[in-house]
């Protein structure tokens, strides 16, 4: 006598969703359209639950939905206060530990930190601001990597070693004193494989690398982030293309 | 029926580029409706040099010098209510990026290197605030009880935050649209 296999739902605050054996709890709310904040999950590529803002409470223990696979029955809290609370502090301290200063940023609007900070309702940093010392490398003729807006996301780092085919960038040192380096024996970006058409130089979600004389091609108020709120689901598509270089 | 007295409202500008009293002004003929309720006290829009008791005091501007560290904190002893209004004065804004270099290396810059001086030196003259080692957040240096975001802050973003303090509401900053640009 065969029984009734369990039914494949997981439920977020008050929504059942179905998911696919091997999901990740991530992936069952994205297909769902349902928004977990996120800063460093992107779709296809492997996830690494860095940035911490995926943060649920899964049957009452905090876990990253990007990195906790999806199992039968899960009770999930994703949008409540207490959660936000804490995701706008730790977007807080994202901010104060590099030099976020975006009047004067070229991606300004296109930029998910940004975004993440304007829909957890963030007026100011609280922690005192660091303004660390980090440095510029503008050895590449197209690409730019300013460090000082770097927030250790590393999806260039796996977007380079997933869809680009190559090994550009990496995370090395720990805790606040990780850093993006580039994987060349000097150093340099200039050394480096990397394109403009490359996922690694197109998927940063801040200032960090940016694509050279096509910062301000999107005019400031006709960005991603002055039309789409960061909570629309599938933005992924749009975040690259309007990244993309003419080039490529 | 008594008159409800008028809020007393101060504002400066500190290591700031006057772009947020710019935008303040922006909100056009609503400050004439404005005015049946607030009276400025200090300000560059009244040219009232000495601060006097104020229900509200909005700061633009970051701190880069010692005489914006005195007036940061003569303005919180004299206003119930301190505002720390724009970019600059959340998080230092464009001032705070010479925070990258030493004091020293900025003068240097400024005042010695640069291309076609004459008599270069660096000024020194007694009367000039010396400068601080880097360019702070308001609420660095005092208490402030709110923040509005923007670079600069809309006329509707001031317009709204002071309707809502005359109305006797906590202010719902960031319930409508955040911006920092």
Do not use: W
């Amino acid at each position: 006598m065969m029984t009734a296999p369990e039914p494949n739902l997981i439920r977020i605050d008050d929504r059942e969703i179905p998911f696919v054996h091997g999901e990740t709890i991530m992936d069952a709310a994205l297909a769902a359209d349902v928004y977990i904040p996120h800063l460093c999950h992107f779709p296809g590529i492997t996830p690494q639950g860095n940035c911490k803002l995926c943060t649920v409470e899964v049957d009452g223990k905090p876990l990253t939905a990007c990195t906790s696979p999806a199992a039968a029955g899960q009770q999930i809290r994703n949008n409540i206060p207490e959660l936000n609370e804490a995701r706008k502090v730790l977007t807080q301290m994202l901010f104060i530990e590099g030099n976020h200063i975006c009047p004067s940023c070229e991606k300004t609007g296109n930029c998910a930190l940004q975004a993440m900070a304007y829909h957890l309702g963030m007026l100011h940093q609280h922690f005192p601001q660091q303004f660390p010392e980090r440095e510029v490398d503008a050895s590449h003729p197209t690409i730019m990597l300013d460090r000082i807006r770097c927030i250790l996301c590393s999806l260039c780092v796996r977007a380079s070693q997933e869809v680009d085919g190559k090994n550009v960038f990496a995370i090395a040192g720990r805790g606040i004193h990780a850093s993006l380096i580039v994987n060349t024996a000097s150093g340099k970006l200039v050394d480096s494989d990397l394109e403009p058409s490359d996922l690694a130089a197109r998927i940063c979600p801040v200032g960090a690398i940016l694509i050279k004389e096509h910062g301000y091609d999107a005019p400031i108020g006709k960005r991603i982030f002055d039309q789409h709120k960061i909570s629309e689901i599938g933005l992924e598509k749009i975040y690259i293309a309007g990244a993309k270089s003419d080039d490529s | 029926m008594t008159h409800k007295p008028k809020l007393k409202l101060a504002t400066t500008s500190l290591a700031g580029c006057f772009g947020c009293h710019m935008s303040f002004l922006d909100m056009d003929e609503r400050i004439v409706e404005l005015l049946e309720h607030i009276e400025f006290d200090r300000s560059p829009f009244t040219d009232i040099k000495q601060l006097g008791h104020c229900d509200i005091g909005l700061i633009e501007g970051g701190v880069c010098n010692a005489e914006n560290v005195h007036v940061l904190r003569t303005y919180r002893a004299s206003c119930r209510i301190l505002v720390a209004v724009g970019a600059c004065a959340i998080n230092g804004g464009v001032p705070a990026m010479r925070n990258h270099f030493s004091l020293q290396e900025c003068l240097e810059e400024v005042y010695l290197k640069s291309p076609d001086m004459i008599n270069p030196h660096i000024p020194n003259d007694p009367e000039l605030p010396l400068l601080l080692d880097k360019v702070y957040p308001v609420h660095e240096v005092v208490k402030v009880d709110y923040f509005l975001p923007g670079c600069p802050p809309s006329a509707d973003t001031f317009y709204r935050f002071l309707s809502e303090l005359i109305e006797g509401k906590e202010p719902q900053i960031g319930k409508v649209e955040l911006r920092y640009d």
